[in-house]
């Protein structure tokens, strides 16, 4: 008996890891409900975005990431949140505005919403809490957490890790590599 709920312990803690982020729901920047389920497959870059923080100028890079590896099954998601000193104040529609006409975002972008405290949307408690295999807060805007094709957190990297870096684009290739 002790070995089968030993085993049963074991099992569930592996389908907790293993759930995928896909069926979480979202909201999409135009106000439609939504979830990752299209984006099965697929490597993802989920960003926190923010239009009046110092990393701001990062859509550029998230941009050309973007353009260059999608037609090899890659995604950048960019989550706008108003959390760090009110660096996001924008209603959805002019966030969507001031990333398509500032910096020609052509990447899917989602509702705003909190990536961490009480109001913590359940993506982002994926990510960082104590089940993730990265856990801990968001520290800033401009977060990074590169999914892979299974759902996965692969890796996670601050605002200062450009979307561009070497770094990242090593384990994106890499990923983008693992069908």
């Not at 085993?7 to 907790?16: D, F, P, Q, R, V």
């Not at 108003?82 to 910096?103: D, R, T, V």
């Given at each position: 008996?002790?070995?089968l709920?030993?085993t049963?312990?074991?099992m ?25 389920k ?25 941009e ?12 950048v ?16 529609a ?21 990536v ?10 994926h990510?960082?809490g ?17 999914i ?31 069908k």
């Amino acid at each position: 008996m002790k070995t089968l709920i030993a085993t049963l312990l074991i099992m569930s803690a592996i389908a907790i890891d293993a759930a995928p982020i896909h069926g979480i729901p979202l909201v999409d920047i135009d106000g439609k409900p939504t979830s990752l389920k299209k984006y099965q497959g697929k490597v993802i870059l989920i960003v926190n975005v923010a239009s009046k923080c110092g990393f701001t100028g990062q859509y550029t890079g998230m941009e050309a990431l973007y353009r260059k590896y999608k037609s090899k099954g890659f995604v950048v998601l960019g989550f706008p949140c108003n959390q760090f000193f009110g660096q996001e104040p924008g209603a959805n529609a002019e966030i969507a505005q001031f990333c398509s006409s500032k910096y020609d975002v052509t990447f899917p972008l989602f509702a705003k919403l909190d990536v961490k405290g009480k109001n913590q949307h359940p993506l982002f408690a994926h990510l960082t809490g104590e089940n993730s295999p990265k856990p801990g807060k968001v520290s800033w805007n401009f977060n990074k957490f590169l999914i892979g094709r299974n759902g996965k957190l692969v890796e996670r990297f601050g605002s200062m890790t450009k979307p561009t870096s070497k770094k990242l684009v090593t384990l994106l290739e890499k990923e983008l590599g693992s069908k």
